[in-house]
């Protein structure tokens, strides 16, 4: 473990100050208070911790506590127990430009580190523009607002760049001032129970872990879809589009969960080479063969949902915008272990049904003695259902041999907490195995890089799929 009580796996929450920039916005309001309220009602957080809301408008103390009870609702258990909880929030009014205004954060900082008894430790959560990442990462150094008596971690949303260039251009202006292990970068997906599960279900069973190479794994198959078109989100989703949105970070992670090589360790460190390796084997293509394994399509209205219209039709959208709304892929990687098997996925907006799901399809008994027999199958599955499913094979009628597929889940579902409630617990217990390590994101930044570069080199077809239905028919051909 190093000195800000990363690395390691143990869940023991932390007394500290938070401080969340942004704490009059959306995502504090829907996420972030929610998610630390569930945790204080599971006892988990105890009554050793302060929020400070900073933001541009001038609130006071009582005003943000009125918001925070409002945005806990009916999850509260009692009208003094939410009031108790919401005691432990303060408001600052703070324009991050402002280098004065990190003065006054301190010494409310130091004053609530003495009521709390937080032990030095605190952690800044940035939930405001990725525009202002560099500017607060820089103001918080360069004022003090570190306390050596204990941990500071930086919490730093998403998206973490448009490319690879403007990723490691935030990174450097945050690595001037933090080391990598105080830095959590948000990539909530990691927080999902079935997306955890993937570690300790490869490697915590020897029968799952001797079946996971080429010579029983057939092919994979991931689904990260969903059923509502981009919504008000023109302005940011033109610009993104579905590869940097959905692929460059969660499904990438996915990939890089389910090829990796066992971690020397169980530390966060450790897991992140196994990601990173397995993230550098994966093979790229050129321009002659991108299209034989990425393919683009876009949304356009169509008979199955009478309020949707063309993508180009949206709010804040080019009317002859090229940016993908789907996209589907095919990859190999040269790992020996994953020799020949092809890692089929998808992801794509206004699809037929919303799910997130893994499929690990296993080969076919060449010599298998009955006539027919369903291959076997492992799925995970992800969102919004939670649990896994394995497909074998059983016996068809009482008087014949005939295989039948037998499915089998656990019986109790795993009963998740929410995914912000558990990226706050592994803030505050310093786990940084579920956040996205620079050298991750560095690798896949450039990955995608590489493929829409080729896209527009090899002025790759945009293929239009109607709203509502299962995407692009160019997809069966990609995956056949
Ligand atoms: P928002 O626009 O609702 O809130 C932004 C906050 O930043 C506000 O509190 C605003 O006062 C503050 N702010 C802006 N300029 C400031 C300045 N100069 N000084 C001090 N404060 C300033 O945004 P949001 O939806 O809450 O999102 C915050 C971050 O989280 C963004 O990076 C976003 O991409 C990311 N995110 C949001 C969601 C979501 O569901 N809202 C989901 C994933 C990621």
Redesign the pocket.
């Known amino acids: 473990m190093n000195t800000h009580g990363e690395d390691t796996i143990l869940e023991i929450l932390q007394s500290a100050v938070l401080t969340i920039?942004?704490?009059?916005?959306?995502?504090?309001y829907?996420?972030l208070y929610p998610a630390l309220y569930s945790l204080y009602k599971k006892d988990q957080l105890k009554e050793d911790f302060a929020v400070i809301g900073?933001?541009?408008?001038e609130w006071d103390d009582a005003y943000l506590r009125e918001v925070v009870i409002d945005s806990i609702g009916d999850a509260k258990i009692s009208d003094e127990h939410v009031e108790k909880f919401a005691s432990h929030f303060y408001y600052q009014s703070?324009?991050?430009?402002d280098v004065e205004n990190y003065d006054t954060l301190n010494e409310l900082i130091d004053k609530l580190e003495n009521k709390y008894q937080t032990c030095g430790n605190r952690i800044f959560y940035l939930?405001?523009?990725?525009s202002?990442f560099g500017t607060i990462a820089r103001n918080l150094k360069l004022q003090h607002l570190e306390n050596e008596r204990g941990f500071t971690r930086l919490v730093i949303?998403?998206?973490f760049g448009n490319d690879y260039e403007s990723s490691k251009k935030l990174n450097d202006e945050i690595m001037e001032h933090f080391e990598e292990e105080q830095i959590y970068r948000v990539d909530?997906y990691l927080e999902k129970d079935w997306i955890q599960a993937i570690i300790p279900f490869r490697f915590s069973n020897p029968v799952i872990e001797s079946l996971w190479n080429h010579n029983m794994i057939d092919f994979i198959n991931i689904k990260v879809n969903e059923t509502l078109g981009i919504g008000e989100r023109g302005v940011y989703f033109d610009e993104t589009g579905a590869l940097r949105d959905m692929f460059q970070n969660h499904i990438l992670q996915l990939i890089s969960l389910l090829l990796m090589k066992r971690p020397s360790v169980l530390s966060s460190s450790a897991i992140s080479e196994a990601k990173v390796e397995a993230l550098q084997q994966l093979q790229t293509y050129t321009v002659e063969n991108i299209d034989n394994h990425f393919i683009r399509g876009q949304y356009k209205a169509g008979s199955n949902n009478k309020d949707a219209v063309d993508y180009r039709q949206e709010p804040n959208v080019s009317a002859n915008s090229m940016t993908e709304t789907y996209v589907a892929g095919k990859l190999l990687s040269n790992d020996n272990n994953w020799s020949g098997v092809p890692v089929y996925f998808t992801t794509g907006k206004y699809l037929t049904k919303k799910v997130t799901h893994v499929d690990i399809h296993f080969k076919e008994d060449k010599d298998s003695i009955f006539d027919e027999q369903t291959a076997n199958k492992l799925s995970i599955l992800i969102d919004p259902e939670q649990t896994i499913e394995l497909v074998l094979n059983g016996k068809k009628a009482e008087y014949t041999l005939d295989p039948a597929p037998l499915s089998f889940q656990p019986t109790e579902p795993s009963k998740s907490a929410g995914d912000y409630e558990k990226l706050m617990y592994h803030v505050f217990s310093g786990n940084r195995t579920h956040f996205v390590h620079w050298n991750e994101l560095e690798v896949s930044w450039k990955f995608v890089d590489h493929i829409l570069e080729n896209w527009e080199k090899a002025d790759s077809p945009l293929h239009f799929y109607e709203v509502n239905t299962t995407g692009p028919e160019a997809t069966n051909e990609l995956f056949n």
């Open positions: 920039f942004g704490g009059t916005g959306d995502l504090a829907r996420k900073t933001a541009r408008r703070h324009n991050v430009n939930s405001v523009s990725p202002l949303e998403k998206p909530h």
